[in-house]
């Protein structure tokens, strides 16, 4: 094939995950760089978990301030669990449960675990993603992955490989594209240091499926600056336009620059709306969420957002957790 004229040289980072294209990552990885991953629930931005150099450089590409520690990615419970010093039963039986997928547990950890990985913190968060790409690299890289949401800071998580592209253009040399993910929403983040276990983020598990297996779990407030999860920040995965959060459809202005972010069966409307799940469905609105929310925050007819706060139950937490922080 000819190169196209009007294109840079290597203008397009984004890979199809090849084995070949997998066997570069590890060969990038292994350098103390860091490249887009797919997951299940949304992007990362992965690098070496146990190299300070790598772990430096996701902080500096995601504008991400130190404080906010990051979750290690594993291939399987027991690498996991390799690195904590004590495992709770609570914690071998959720991961007996959920892993891999969209849950993710803090331990106390063990001195192989760089203090930038838990920004200083005694505790690590480890994860086991489900997703097959993400597999793929892990078992083929052989160690932990650091890996968090791959957009810079504060901004909306990417959940398809041309949107890591559009927030991190060409800082990454590499990002295997793994389609759509098809959770949408981050894991679901579960200190389970203390006796008593604290719920710090909603996400891709429901609270109630977690309550299910380990009874009851005391949901972390959101704190407005140092938290005891950075990720519970007020001000978090906002849109660079105004997104008010209201009680009723009557509330929500008919004008053709208005954006809808509408959920279940609604009539028609002057604005523009993006329903991420016209029959109800919470699975299938959180993964359209952040899709949805970055098509009208990019719309260039729309100059505000509104959307109400969804059913508080199953992955409805979640989505109105981000809801609120997007708000602000
Ligand atoms: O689904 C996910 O979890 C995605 C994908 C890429 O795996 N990752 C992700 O990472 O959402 P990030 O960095 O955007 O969010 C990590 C959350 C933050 O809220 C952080 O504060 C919390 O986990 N966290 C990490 N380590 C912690 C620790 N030691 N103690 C308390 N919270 C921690
Ligand atoms: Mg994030």
Request: proline share 11%; with cysteine.
């Amino acid at each position: 094939m000819k190169p196209d004229p009007t294109r840079p040289a290597q203008a397009n980072n984004v890979a199809a995950p090849s084995p070949e294209a997998i066997l570069r990552a590890v060969e990038l990885l292994r350098q103390g760089q860091v490249i887009g991953l797919p997951t299940e629930t949304v992007y990362g931005l992965a690098g070496d978990g146990l190299n300070p150099i790598a772990l430096a450089r996701i902080f500096e590409v995601k504008q991400r301030p130190l404080f906010d520690p990051l979750i290690l990615h594993f291939a399987d419970a027991a690498a996991a669990f390799d690195v904590a010093e004590q495992i709770p039963t609570s914690a071998r039986e959720l991961a007996q449960r959920f892993w891999p997928g969209p849950l993710t547990l803090v331990l106390p950890k063990k001195g192989i675990v760089p203090d930038l990985a838990t920004s200083g913190l005694p505790h690590v968060a480890l994860r086991v993603p489900a997703h097959p790409v993400a597999q793929a690299l892990l078992r083929a890289f052989n160690g932990p992955l650091a890996a968090p949401s791959a957009n810079r800071f504060g901004r909306i998580s990417p959940t398809d490989a041309q949107a890591v592209r559009i927030e991190l253009g060409e800082v990454v040399p590499l990002i295997l594209d793994g389609g759509a993910c098809a959770v949408g929403v981050e894991s679901t983040v579960l200190f389970l240091a203390e006796p008593q276990p604290v719920l710090l983020r909603a996400g891709g598990i429901p609270l109630e499926e977690i309550e299910e297996v380990i009874g009851p779990v005391r949901h972390a407030a959101p704190v407005e600056d140092r938290p005891q999860s950075p990720g519970q920040l007020k001000h978090h995965y906002a849109p660079r336009k105004p997104l008010w959060l209201v009680l009723s459809a009557a509330q929500i202005p008919s004008r053709a620059d208005a954006g809808w972010l509408a959920f279940g069966p609604q009539a028609e409307f002057l604005g523009r709306m993006e329903n991420i799940s016209p029959t109800g469905n919470l699975r299938e609105a959180a993964a359209n969420f952040f899709r949805a929310l970055r098509s009208l925050d990019d719309d260039p007819r729309v100059n505000t957002i509104y959307a109400m706060p969804l059913p508080a139950e199953g992955l409805g937490l979640a989505i109105n957790e981000r809801l609120e922080r997007a708000a602000g």
